[in-house]
């Protein structure tokens, strides 16, 4: 496994990364088959640290989790454990996705953009009604079931995940309800 252990402005010492690489290693044996890269990241905001952890499993799957604590092992630890939880949440079902999963999730690229926010007054009426963009990245949408979906969007900690249906053409969301639950808008259902 392929570890990227980094820093925002703050140096990282060996001392920590063998820690990072030990720890994350523990919690991967128990629960994930055959991760192929981890991504962490260290940044620190006031008197606080931040800790940022993506793993990325072999079936294609992304876990992430954050957390942030005075002392730079308190974070990375308490990050660890949030990711111990999820993972040990989904062992089951990660298991029997890759099981069922002859192949690797399929990943179709898309356009991504970020757009200004608005910050006219609401009595008064935009110039255009075309907004402003202010930024365009390459985003990737995997081929998913709508329960694989569910539970990339819970591993990844997102409040929406965009997807394509396995077998459907057309595009796919699942997001977060307001009251808890998950929603799910599927194009090939419509009337």
């Known amino acids: 496994m392929r570890y990227q252990i980094s ?26 088959q ?16 931040n800790c940022e952890a993506v793993v990325h499993l072999s079936s294609g799957l992304t876990a ?15 990050c660890a454990e949030k990711m111990d939880k999820q993972l040990r949440r989904y062992k089951r079902r990660l298991k029997d996705h890759h099981k069922d999963r002859a192949e690797p999730v399929e990943l179709f690229g898309a356009s991504q953009y970020i757009l200004a926010a608005s910050d006219h007054d609401e009595d008064q009426e ?21 329960g694989e979906a569910v539970m990339q969007m819970e591993l990844a900690g997102a409040p929406v995940l ?17 009251d808890g639950n998950i929603g799910w808008v599927d194009p090939n259902n419509a009337t």
């Open 7 to 32: 820093g925002k402005q703050i140096d990282i010492g060996t001392a920590l990364q063998t820690h990072v690489k030990t720890e994350l290693g523990t919690v991967l044996d128990k629960y994930a």
């Open 34 to 49: 055959r991760p192929t890269d981890a991504n962490v990241v260290f940044s620190k905001t006031g008197a606080e640290f």
């Open 64 to 78: 992430q989790a954050s957390a942030h604590a005075h002392e730079i092992y308190a974070a990375f630890d308490e």
């Open 126 to 146: 935009p110039e255009s009604l075309q907004p402003m963009i202010i930024a365009e990245m390459e985003a990737k949408i995997p081929t998913l079931t709508v």
């Open 162 to 178: 965009v997807f394509h249906k396995d077998g459907k053409t057309g595009v796919n969301v699942v997001y977060r309800r307001a």
